[in-house]
Protein backbone atom coordinates (compact mmCIF):
# COMPACT_ATOMS: atom_id res chain seq x y z
CA UNK A 1 0.00 0.00 0.00
CA UNK A 2 1.06 3.44 -0.67
CA UNK A 3 1.82 5.73 2.53
CA UNK A 4 3.52 9.15 2.06
CA UNK A 5 5.11 11.10 5.16
CA UNK A 6 2.38 12.70 6.01
CA UNK A 7 3.91 15.03 8.79
CA UNK A 8 1.50 17.50 10.72
CA UNK A 9 2.54 21.01 9.02
CA UNK A 10 1.01 24.48 9.65
CA UNK A 11 -2.76 24.42 8.13
CA UNK A 12 -5.77 26.08 9.04
CA UNK A 13 -8.21 23.95 10.57
CA UNK A 14 -11.79 25.78 11.69
CA UNK A 15 -12.09 25.71 15.55
CA UNK A 16 -14.09 22.99 16.85
CA UNK A 17 -13.56 20.75 13.75
CA UNK A 18 -14.26 17.46 14.54
CA UNK A 19 -15.45 14.04 13.26
CA UNK A 20 -18.06 14.18 10.50
CA UNK A 21 -19.75 11.53 9.03
CA UNK A 22 -21.62 10.81 5.75
CA UNK A 23 -24.91 8.69 5.96
CA UNK A 24 -26.71 7.63 2.58
CA UNK A 25 -29.54 5.31 3.08
CA UNK A 26 -28.19 2.51 5.31
CA UNK A 27 -24.29 3.51 4.65
CA UNK A 28 -22.39 5.70 6.96
CA UNK A 29 -18.79 6.64 5.95
CA UNK A 30 -15.99 8.12 8.24
CA UNK A 31 -15.32 11.18 6.06
CA UNK A 32 -18.33 13.30 3.96
CA UNK A 33 -16.29 12.70 1.18
CA UNK A 34 -17.41 11.53 -2.45
CA UNK A 35 -15.07 10.81 -4.80
CA UNK A 36 -16.64 12.34 -8.20
CA UNK A 37 -16.81 10.15 -11.28
CA UNK A 38 -14.71 11.27 -13.98
CA UNK A 39 -14.56 9.40 -17.59
CA UNK A 40 -11.52 7.50 -18.42
CA UNK A 41 -9.84 8.68 -14.74
CA UNK A 42 -11.91 7.27 -12.28
CA UNK A 43 -11.32 3.29 -13.05
CA UNK A 44 -11.07 0.61 -10.31
CA UNK A 45 -7.06 0.91 -10.04
CA UNK A 46 -7.42 5.15 -9.44
CA UNK A 47 -10.32 4.36 -6.88
CA UNK A 48 -8.69 1.70 -5.19
CA UNK A 49 -5.17 4.44 -5.00
CA UNK A 50 -7.61 6.76 -3.75
CA UNK A 51 -8.99 4.67 -1.07
CA UNK A 52 -5.44 3.69 0.29
CA UNK A 53 -4.70 7.12 0.98
CA UNK A 54 -8.42 8.07 2.61
CA UNK A 55 -7.98 5.41 4.75
CA UNK A 56 -4.66 6.55 6.56
CA UNK A 57 -7.05 9.26 8.53
CA UNK A 58 -10.39 7.39 8.61
CA UNK A 59 -11.75 3.95 10.27
CA UNK A 60 -13.13 2.88 7.01
CA UNK A 61 -11.47 4.49 3.29
CA UNK A 62 -11.99 8.01 3.66
CA UNK A 63 -15.68 8.57 1.73
CA UNK A 64 -17.17 7.16 -1.09
CA UNK A 65 -15.54 6.30 -4.58
CA UNK A 66 -17.57 6.18 -7.40
CA UNK A 67 -17.33 4.30 -10.48
CA UNK A 68 -16.97 5.96 -13.78
CA UNK A 69 -20.06 7.04 -15.31
CA UNK A 70 -22.19 4.09 -17.75
CA UNK A 71 -25.45 4.12 -19.28
CA UNK A 72 -28.01 2.71 -18.92
CA UNK A 73 -28.74 1.39 -22.58
CA UNK A 74 -25.25 -0.29 -22.28
CA UNK A 75 -26.15 -2.57 -19.24
CA UNK A 76 -29.42 -3.18 -20.76
CA UNK A 77 -28.22 -4.02 -23.83
CA UNK A 78 -25.38 -6.45 -21.91
CA UNK A 79 -22.24 -4.58 -23.35
CA UNK A 80 -19.10 -6.39 -22.10
CA UNK A 81 -16.75 -3.60 -21.70
CA UNK A 82 -19.84 -1.53 -19.58
CA UNK A 83 -20.43 -4.53 -16.96
CA UNK A 84 -16.28 -4.72 -16.43
CA UNK A 85 -16.45 -0.97 -15.58
CA UNK A 86 -18.91 -1.80 -12.61
CA UNK A 87 -17.17 -4.87 -11.30
CA UNK A 88 -15.90 -3.55 -8.14
CA UNK A 89 -12.52 -4.45 -6.52
CA UNK A 90 -12.88 -6.46 -3.16
CA UNK A 91 -11.47 -4.02 -1.16
CA UNK A 92 -14.43 -1.33 -2.57
CA UNK A 93 -17.63 -1.18 -0.45
CA UNK A 94 -19.97 0.18 -0.54
CA UNK A 95 -19.82 -0.44 -3.72
CA UNK A 96 -20.76 3.22 -5.75
CA UNK A 97 -22.23 2.95 -9.60
CA UNK A 98 -22.99 6.41 -11.46
CA UNK A 99 -25.55 5.83 -14.28
CA UNK A 100 -26.59 8.08 -17.21
CA UNK A 101 -29.94 7.57 -18.92
CA UNK A 102 -32.45 9.25 -20.32
CA UNK A 103 -35.26 7.13 -20.60
CA UNK A 104 -37.21 5.51 -17.63
CA UNK A 105 -38.16 2.31 -18.59
CA UNK A 106 -34.42 1.76 -19.38
CA UNK A 107 -32.82 3.26 -16.01
CA UNK A 108 -35.51 1.14 -14.58
CA UNK A 109 -34.09 -2.44 -15.88
CA UNK A 110 -30.67 -1.44 -15.43
CA UNK A 111 -31.08 -1.40 -11.71
CA UNK A 112 -32.78 -3.90 -11.76
CA UNK A 113 -30.10 -5.88 -13.74
CA UNK A 114 -27.21 -4.90 -11.20
CA UNK A 115 -29.35 -5.27 -8.06
CA UNK A 116 -29.69 -9.05 -9.76
CA UNK A 117 -26.37 -9.54 -10.65
CA UNK A 118 -25.53 -8.19 -7.04
CA UNK A 119 -22.77 -5.65 -8.39
CA UNK A 120 -23.70 -2.51 -6.48
CA UNK A 121 -24.86 -1.18 -2.80
CA UNK A 122 -25.53 2.57 -4.04
CA UNK A 123 -26.16 4.41 -7.35
CA UNK A 124 -26.20 7.95 -8.45
CA UNK A 125 -27.40 9.35 -11.38
CA UNK A 126 -25.40 12.17 -13.63
CA UNK A 127 -27.56 14.96 -14.41
CA UNK A 128 -24.76 17.32 -14.38
CA UNK A 129 -23.12 16.64 -17.82
CA UNK A 130 -22.21 19.59 -19.82
CA UNK A 131 -20.58 18.25 -22.99
CA UNK A 132 -22.36 19.66 -26.33
CA UNK A 133 -23.04 16.68 -27.76
CA UNK A 134 -24.92 15.21 -25.25
CA UNK A 135 -26.71 18.58 -24.41
CA UNK A 136 -27.66 19.27 -28.01
CA UNK A 137 -30.19 16.01 -28.08
CA UNK A 138 -31.38 17.26 -24.17
CA UNK A 139 -29.03 15.19 -22.04
CA UNK A 140 -27.04 15.64 -19.32
CA UNK A 141 -27.16 18.77 -17.61
CA UNK A 142 -30.05 20.13 -19.62
CA UNK A 143 -32.33 17.17 -19.04
CA UNK A 144 -33.65 18.77 -15.27
CA UNK A 145 -34.89 21.38 -17.83
CA UNK A 146 -37.72 19.04 -18.28
CA UNK A 147 -39.16 18.83 -15.00
CA UNK A 148 -41.71 15.70 -15.69
CA UNK A 149 -39.01 13.39 -17.61
CA UNK A 150 -36.86 14.26 -14.59
CA UNK A 151 -39.08 12.88 -11.94
CA UNK A 152 -40.03 9.71 -14.01
CA UNK A 153 -36.28 8.63 -14.13
CA UNK A 154 -35.31 9.59 -10.94
CA UNK A 155 -38.64 7.93 -9.18
CA UNK A 156 -37.93 4.84 -11.74
CA UNK A 157 -34.17 4.48 -10.37
CA UNK A 158 -35.37 4.80 -6.60
CA UNK A 159 -38.63 2.06 -7.27
CA UNK A 160 -36.30 -0.26 -8.55
CA UNK A 161 -33.51 0.25 -6.03
CA UNK A 162 -35.45 -0.48 -3.41
CA UNK A 163 -34.42 0.29 0.54
CA UNK A 164 -31.14 -1.64 0.29
CA UNK A 165 -29.47 0.57 -2.38
CA UNK A 166 -29.45 4.32 -1.71
CA UNK A 167 -30.33 6.56 -4.99
CA UNK A 168 -28.56 10.10 -5.07
CA UNK A 169 -28.77 12.24 -8.01
CA UNK A 170 -25.80 14.54 -8.84
CA UNK A 171 -26.74 17.60 -10.85
CA UNK A 172 -25.71 21.79 -11.83
CA UNK A 173 -27.61 24.76 -11.10
CA UNK A 174 -28.66 24.58 -14.23
CA UNK A 175 -28.75 25.21 -18.08
CA UNK A 176 -27.73 28.74 -17.19
CA UNK A 177 -28.54 31.85 -15.36
CA UNK A 178 -32.04 32.26 -17.02
CA UNK A 179 -33.01 28.84 -16.77
CA UNK A 180 -32.05 27.44 -13.50
CA UNK A 181 -32.84 24.20 -12.04
CA UNK A 182 -31.02 22.73 -9.00
CA UNK A 183 -34.15 23.85 -6.96
CA UNK A 184 -36.62 21.93 -8.24
CA UNK A 185 -34.33 19.35 -8.97
CA UNK A 186 -33.80 19.05 -5.22
CA UNK A 187 -37.18 19.00 -4.29
CA UNK A 188 -38.28 16.25 -6.30
CA UNK A 189 -35.25 13.88 -5.46
CA UNK A 190 -36.44 14.54 -2.29
CA UNK A 191 -40.15 13.73 -2.65
CA UNK A 192 -39.25 10.39 -5.00
CA UNK A 193 -37.17 8.95 -2.20
CA UNK A 194 -33.57 9.98 -3.59
CA UNK A 195 -31.11 9.57 -0.65
CA UNK A 196 -29.06 12.14 -1.44
CA UNK A 197 -28.59 14.99 -3.76
CA UNK A 198 -25.07 16.99 -5.17
CA UNK A 199 -24.64 20.36 -6.54
CA UNK A 200 -22.15 21.17 -9.02
CA UNK A 201 -21.97 25.20 -8.44
CA UNK A 202 -21.95 25.84 -12.00
CA UNK A 203 -24.41 26.01 -15.15
CA UNK A 204 -23.91 23.78 -18.31
CA UNK A 205 -23.10 27.16 -19.94
CA UNK A 206 -20.06 27.47 -17.76
CA UNK A 207 -18.85 24.25 -17.84
CA UNK A 208 -15.43 23.99 -15.70
CA UNK A 209 -14.74 27.77 -15.78
CA UNK A 210 -15.03 30.71 -13.33
CA UNK A 211 -15.50 29.85 -9.84
CA UNK A 212 -18.15 27.82 -8.60
CA UNK A 213 -21.28 29.39 -6.81
CA UNK A 214 -20.94 27.89 -3.27
CA UNK A 215 -24.27 30.36 -2.53
CA UNK A 216 -26.10 28.27 -4.65
CA UNK A 217 -25.18 24.88 -2.48
CA UNK A 218 -25.93 27.10 0.36
CA UNK A 219 -29.71 27.56 -1.13
CA UNK A 220 -29.91 23.94 -2.00
CA UNK A 221 -29.17 23.42 1.79
CA UNK A 222 -31.74 25.70 3.16
CA UNK A 223 -34.54 24.25 0.33
CA UNK A 224 -34.19 20.73 0.70
CA UNK A 225 -33.96 19.15 4.59
CA UNK A 226 -35.14 15.96 4.62
CA UNK A 227 -31.99 14.21 2.57
CA UNK A 228 -28.17 15.00 2.44
CA UNK A 229 -27.01 18.29 -0.09
CA UNK A 230 -23.42 17.36 -1.20
CA UNK A 231 -21.74 20.52 -2.57
CA UNK A 232 -19.06 20.27 -5.60
CA UNK A 233 -16.85 22.67 -7.03
CA UNK A 234 -13.56 24.03 -6.46
CA UNK A 235 -12.20 21.74 -4.01
CA UNK A 236 -8.32 21.69 -3.99
CA UNK A 237 -7.49 20.80 -0.81
CA UNK A 238 -8.76 19.69 2.42
CA UNK A 239 -8.99 23.18 4.11
CA UNK A 240 -11.43 24.24 0.88
CA UNK A 241 -13.64 20.90 1.81
CA UNK A 242 -13.97 22.81 5.30
CA UNK A 243 -14.47 26.05 4.44
CA UNK A 244 -17.38 24.77 1.92
CA UNK A 245 -18.83 22.76 4.53
CA UNK A 246 -18.76 25.99 6.90
CA UNK A 247 -20.07 28.40 4.50
CA UNK A 248 -23.09 26.10 3.10
CA UNK A 249 -24.00 23.84 5.66
CA UNK A 250 -23.68 21.07 3.46
CA UNK A 251 -23.22 17.60 4.33
CA UNK A 252 -20.57 16.63 2.38
CA UNK A 253 -18.15 17.34 -0.50
CA UNK A 254 -17.80 16.24 -3.69
CA UNK A 255 -14.28 15.68 -5.38
CA UNK A 256 -13.76 15.97 -8.74
CA UNK A 257 -10.63 17.45 -10.92
CA UNK A 258 -9.06 18.53 -7.61
CA UNK A 259 -7.42 14.95 -7.22
CA UNK A 260 -6.13 14.31 -10.00
CA UNK A 261 -2.56 13.39 -10.17
CA UNK A 262 -3.09 13.99 -6.62
CA UNK A 263 -5.00 10.68 -4.64
CA UNK A 264 -3.29 11.34 -1.74
CA UNK A 265 -5.97 14.71 -1.07
CA UNK A 266 -8.17 11.81 0.53
CA UNK A 267 -5.78 11.33 3.45
CA UNK A 268 -5.81 15.26 3.59
CA UNK A 269 -9.57 15.29 3.39
CA UNK A 270 -10.03 12.43 5.92
CA UNK A 271 -7.29 14.49 8.34
CA UNK A 272 -8.65 17.86 8.08
CA UNK A 273 -12.45 16.05 9.00
CA UNK A 274 -11.30 14.33 11.75
CA UNK A 275 -9.47 17.99 13.15
CA UNK A 276 -6.13 17.02 12.31
CA UNK A 277 -3.42 18.89 11.59
CA UNK A 278 -1.93 16.42 8.91
CA UNK A 279 -1.27 17.00 4.97
CA UNK A 280 0.84 15.18 2.56
CA UNK A 281 3.76 17.09 1.29
CA UNK A 282 5.19 14.87 -1.05
CA UNK A 283 8.76 14.88 -2.22
CA UNK A 284 9.14 14.10 -5.82
CA UNK A 285 10.23 10.36 -4.68
CA UNK A 286 7.17 10.00 -3.39
CA UNK A 287 5.21 11.41 -6.04
CA UNK A 288 7.57 8.90 -8.56
CA UNK A 289 6.16 5.99 -5.88
CA UNK A 290 2.56 7.04 -6.07
CA UNK A 291 2.47 7.16 -9.82
CA UNK A 292 4.67 3.60 -9.94
CA UNK A 293 1.63 2.02 -7.51
CA UNK A 294 -0.99 3.59 -9.64
CA UNK A 295 0.73 1.53 -12.69
CA UNK A 296 0.62 -1.46 -10.65
CA UNK A 297 -3.18 -1.01 -9.82
CA UNK A 298 -4.11 -0.48 -13.85
CA UNK A 299 -2.25 -3.53 -14.38
CA UNK A 300 -4.20 -5.23 -12.47
CA UNK A 301 -7.65 -4.07 -13.77
CA UNK A 302 -6.84 -4.06 -17.36
CA UNK A 303 -4.97 -7.91 -17.58
CA UNK A 304 -3.00 -5.70 -19.84
CA UNK A 305 0.56 -4.15 -18.99
CA UNK A 306 0.41 -2.42 -22.61
CA UNK A 307 -3.10 -0.69 -22.20
CA UNK A 308 -2.27 0.05 -18.59
CA UNK A 309 0.56 2.20 -19.26
CA UNK A 310 -0.83 3.85 -22.16
CA UNK A 311 -4.05 4.84 -20.04
CA UNK A 312 -1.45 6.13 -17.30
CA UNK A 313 -0.14 8.38 -19.79
CA UNK A 314 -2.47 11.33 -19.41
CA UNK A 315 -2.09 11.50 -15.35
CA UNK A 316 1.53 12.33 -15.77
CA UNK A 317 1.13 15.85 -16.01
CA UNK A 318 -0.73 15.78 -13.60
CA UNK A 319 1.38 14.44 -11.15
CA UNK A 320 3.82 16.43 -11.67
CA UNK A 321 2.60 19.67 -11.80
CA UNK A 322 4.68 22.40 -10.19
CA UNK A 323 7.66 20.11 -10.01
CA UNK A 324 11.32 20.30 -11.64
CA UNK A 325 10.76 17.88 -14.53
CA UNK A 326 12.72 18.77 -17.81
CA UNK A 327 10.06 19.21 -20.87
CA UNK A 328 11.44 16.36 -22.66
CA UNK A 329 11.31 13.93 -19.63
CA UNK A 330 7.69 14.92 -18.90
CA UNK A 331 7.51 13.81 -22.47
CA UNK A 332 9.53 10.62 -22.39
CA UNK A 333 7.05 9.42 -19.66
CA UNK A 334 3.58 10.67 -21.28
CA UNK A 335 4.83 7.49 -24.23
CA UNK A 336 5.68 4.94 -21.50
CA UNK A 337 5.45 1.42 -22.75
CA UNK A 338 6.03 -0.61 -19.87
CA UNK A 339 6.48 -0.77 -16.32
CA UNK A 340 9.95 -1.60 -16.88
CA UNK A 341 10.20 1.59 -19.48
CA UNK A 342 8.38 3.68 -16.46
CA UNK A 343 10.84 2.18 -13.78
CA UNK A 344 13.76 3.72 -16.49
CA UNK A 345 12.54 7.21 -16.98
CA UNK A 346 11.64 7.11 -12.86
CA UNK A 347 14.61 6.87 -11.96
CA UNK A 348 16.03 9.72 -13.99
CA UNK A 349 14.23 11.92 -12.03
CA UNK A 350 15.91 13.60 -8.92
CA UNK A 351 14.09 11.97 -6.22
CA UNK A 352 15.52 14.13 -3.54
CA UNK A 353 13.54 16.79 -4.33
CA UNK A 354 11.24 18.70 -1.81
CA UNK A 355 7.82 19.61 -2.09
CA UNK A 356 7.37 22.70 -4.48
CA UNK A 357 4.65 24.35 -2.24
CA UNK A 358 2.25 26.65 -4.22
CA UNK A 359 3.67 25.85 -7.60
CA UNK A 360 1.55 22.07 -7.12
CA UNK A 361 -1.57 23.95 -5.90
CA UNK A 362 -4.86 24.89 -6.94
CA UNK A 363 -6.48 24.02 -10.13
CA UNK A 364 -6.23 20.78 -11.96
CA UNK A 365 -6.89 20.05 -15.68
CA UNK A 366 -8.50 22.60 -17.93
CA UNK A 367 -11.22 24.88 -16.94
CA UNK A 368 -11.99 26.63 -20.20
CA UNK A 369 -14.20 28.94 -20.94
CA UNK A 370 -17.73 29.67 -20.86
CA UNK A 371 -19.96 28.18 -23.76
CA UNK A 372 -23.00 28.65 -25.25
CA UNK A 373 -25.22 25.88 -24.45
CA UNK A 374 -26.29 23.53 -27.21
CA UNK A 375 -29.79 22.70 -26.67
CA UNK A 376 -32.25 21.01 -29.39
CA UNK A 377 -34.34 24.01 -31.26
CA UNK A 378 -36.89 24.89 -28.84
CA UNK A 379 -36.03 23.09 -25.69
CA UNK A 380 -36.21 25.94 -23.61
CA UNK A 381 -39.72 27.25 -25.04
CA UNK A 382 -41.34 24.87 -22.09
CA UNK A 383 -41.08 22.75 -19.48
CA UNK A 384 -42.71 19.84 -20.78
CA UNK A 385 -41.27 16.89 -23.10
CA UNK A 386 -43.22 17.58 -27.02
CA UNK A 387 -43.11 14.42 -28.85
CA UNK A 388 -40.92 15.19 -31.33
CA UNK A 389 -37.90 16.03 -28.49
CA UNK A 390 -39.34 12.64 -26.69
CA UNK A 391 -38.27 10.80 -30.25
CA UNK A 392 -35.02 12.20 -30.34
CA UNK A 393 -33.94 11.71 -26.77
CA UNK A 394 -32.61 8.80 -27.26
CA UNK A 395 -29.37 9.78 -28.96
CA UNK A 396 -28.34 12.10 -25.82
CA UNK A 397 -27.20 8.66 -24.17
CA UNK A 398 -24.04 8.87 -24.77
CA UNK A 399 -20.51 6.44 -23.15
CA UNK A 400 -19.91 10.58 -22.33
CA UNK A 401 -19.20 11.62 -18.28
CA UNK A 402 -18.87 14.63 -16.19
CA UNK A 403 -20.54 16.89 -14.59
Same mark, same amino acid.
Given at each position: ?????????????????????????????????????????????????????????????? +??? %???? #?? @? *????? $?????? !?????????????????????????????????????????????????????????????????????????????? +??? %???? #?? @? *????? $?????? !?????????????????????????????????????????????????????????????????????????????? +???????????????????????????????????????????????????????????????????????????????????????????????????????????????????????????????????????????????
Amino acid at each position: MTTLDAAPAPVAVPDGASRRTLTIGPHTVDTPVVLAPMAGITNMAFRLLCREFGALHSQDDG +GLY %VSEM #VT @T *RALVE $DHRESW !RMVTMGERETPRSVQLYGVDPATVRRAVQMLRERDVVDHIDLNFGCPVPKVTRRGGGGVLPWKTELFTSIVRAAVEAA +GEE %VPVT #VK @T *RIGID $DDHQTY !RDAGLIAQEVGASAIALHGRTVVQHYSGQARWSAITDLKELVTDIPVLGNGDIWSAEDALEMMEQTGCDGVVVGRGCQ +GRPWLFADLAAGFAGKPDRIRPSMGEVAKTLRRHAELLVEFYEDEGRALRDLRKHVSWYFKGYPVGGDLRHRLATMESLTDLDAKLSELDLSSPYPGAAVEGPRGRAGTPKRAMVPEGWMDTRELGPDHAARLHEAELDTSGG
